[in-house]
């Protein structure tokens, strides 16, 4: 079965500082990774989508990176605001349809 | 960009009642919805997977008497609460896929309460 770990749990960084996000997962053959940024309360907001034939896909101040082999995805965020705080997910397709198992999320804090 | 609308965005009932929860794909068209249950602090969990004019598929551990999921049109998608209790208060969350390609596009979410 696949299983999704991100770490840290939680994170607060001050303003302007370059924030790093850890997504795992234990089966490889993953269709796809998504992140998404899910604010209290609210419902997710899809932030990149990577193809499991990619490395890599940015948009904006984010990076995020794609390693299939070694179950890894790094979501990066740079010159950190205080509007970036939320909760981020990650989260892998597991079969055609689009069913994806998530990450229990990274709750971010940046502080003015 | 595609919106999902769900509906409602909060609710709370007595034990024993029903809830329905909507969720609307509003500028696509959806051939398959999912439902989330999370809980507090923890991920969210796929309960089914609902595609257009069939029925729903249930993950395991998801009572499908309890939640009634309907998806009649392309559009569409409901899921039921049935005489609720206080354990299924939880963050109910829809997501569509859609075309062409394979992003979710995700409701807003239903806080659900059951007193």
């Known amino acids: 079965k696949q299983e999704v770990t991100q770490i840290p749990a939680a994170l607060s960084v001050p303003e302007g500082e370059n924030l790093v996000l850890n997504c795992s997962f234990t089966d490889s053959a993953i269709y796809n990774l998504q992140w998404f940024r899910q604010d209290p309360g609210k419902g997710l907001t899809s932030l990149l989508l990577?193809?499991?034939?990619?490395r890599e896909q940015t948009s904006g101040r984010l990076n995020a990176s794609l390693d299939k082999s070694s179950g890894r995805s790094t979501l990066y965020i740079a010159a950190s605001q205080p509007g970036d705080s939320a909760t981020y997910l990650c989260a892998v397709k597991t079969d055609s349809w689009g069913k994806f198992q998530f990450g229990a999320g990274t709750q971010v804090v940046v502080t003015p | 960009g595609a919106v999902v609308s769900q509906h409602p965005s909060r609710v709370i009932c007595k034990s024993g009642t029903s809830v329905k929860i909507e969720c609307r794909s509003l500028?696509?068209?959806?051939?398959?919805m999912f439902w989330y249950r999370q809980f507090p602090k923890q991920s969210l969990m796929l309960m089914a997977t609902s595609n257009e004019g069939s029925k729903a598929t249930y993950e395991q551990g998801v009572e499908k008497d309890k939640f009634l999921i309907n998806h009649a049109s392309l559009t569409l998608s409901t899921l039921t609460v049935t005489s609720a209790h206080p354990e299924d208060s939880s963050f109910y969350i829809c997501?569509?896929?859609?075309?062409?390609?394979?992003?979710?596009?995700f409701g807003s979410g239903t806080q659900l309460s059951v007193l």
């Open positions: 997501s569509a896929r859609g075309r062409p390609n394979e992003k979710l596009f």
């Open positions: 500028d696509f068209q959806a051939t398959t």
């Open positions: 990577i193809q499991s034939s990619q």
